[in-house]
C-alpha cells in the first residue's frame, strides 16, 4: 500500500527535452542546407507519380520533428546510467543520419548514395524506439510516425535510384557547349 504523501518517481524531462529540442533543431537546419530542390538535377529526375509535392516535406518533418525532441526529451529524462547513455548515443547516431541524408541525395546527386543513408536511418530508427522503449513505452510510440515517414522516404529514394540510373543524366556541373569562332581557343 502506497502512503498518500509518497509520489511516482519524478522525473525531470525539461532541460533533457530542451537539449534535444536543440539537437534536433541542428540537425533539421544542417540537412536542410543541403537541399535544393530547385536545383536543375533535381528537377531533371524521373520522379514516380506517387511522390507528394515539395511543400509536404516540411509540412510532414515540421511535426515529426517536435516529436522526436520531445520523446527523446522524455526518453532521457527516465533513463538512467547506461540506458541513458545507450539512448543518447542512439539518438545523436540517429539525427547525425538524418541530416546525412540530403547530403547523400541533394550534395552527391545520387540517389543510390541517398538510399544507402535513409537505410542505415531506417536501421537506426529501429534501434531507437528499441532502446526508448526499455525506458518509456509513450516516448517510443512517439516515434513511430517518424519511422513510418522515413521507411516511406526509403521506398521514395528507391524508386528515384531504380528510374536514375548513373549515366542517363548529365553531370550537373558540365557548362553548356558554346560554339567558338575558328582559330580562337576557347576560354577556361
Known amino acids: ?5 509518497e509520489s511516482p518517481q519524478r ?8 537539449c534535444a ?28 507519380a506517387w511522390q507528394p509535392p515539395s511543400w509536404a516535406f516540411g509540412a510532414v518533418w515540421t511535426p515529426l520533428y ?9 526518453g532521457l529524462g527516465r533513463a538512467r546510467g547506461r540506458d541513458r547513455a545507450g539512448l543518447a548515443a542512439g539518438l545523436t547516431v540517429n539525427l547525425a543520419l538524418n541530416a546525412a541524408w540530403n547530403h547523400l541525395f541533394f550534395r552527391r546527386k545520387s ?6 543513408g535513409t537505410l542505415l536511418l531506417d536501421l537506426s530508427n529501429a534501434q531507437l ?5 526499455v525506458t518509456d513505452r509513450s516516448a517510443a510510440k512517439a516515434l513511430a510516425p517518424y519511422a513510418a515517414w522515413c521507411l516511406y522516404a526509403t521506398a521514395l529514394n528507391f524508386s528515384l535510384a ?7 543524366h548529365p553531370p550537373a ?12 581557343p576557347a576560354r577556361h
Open 1 to 5: 500500500m502506497r502512503i498518500i504523501s
Open 11 to 18: 522525473t525531470r524531462s525539461g532541460p533533457w527535452t530542451a
Open 21 to 48: 529540442a536543440v539537437a534536433v533543431t541542428a540537425t533539421a537546419v544542417a540537412g536542410a542546407r543541403a537541399v535544393d530542390a530547385d536545383s536543375t538535377w533535381y528537377r531533371s529526375l524521373d520522379k514516380p
Open 66 to 74: 517536435a516529436t522526436i525532441a520531445w520523446a527523446a526529451g522524455r
Open 111 to 116: 540517389p543510390r548514395a541517398g538510399l544507402a
Open 129 to 133: 524506439i528499441r532502446r526508448m522503449a
Open 162 to 168: 531504380r528510374r536514375n540510373r548513373p549515366g542517363d
Open 173 to 184: 556541373c558540365t557548362p553548356p557547349a558554346t560554339e567558338q569562332p575558328l582559330g580562337r
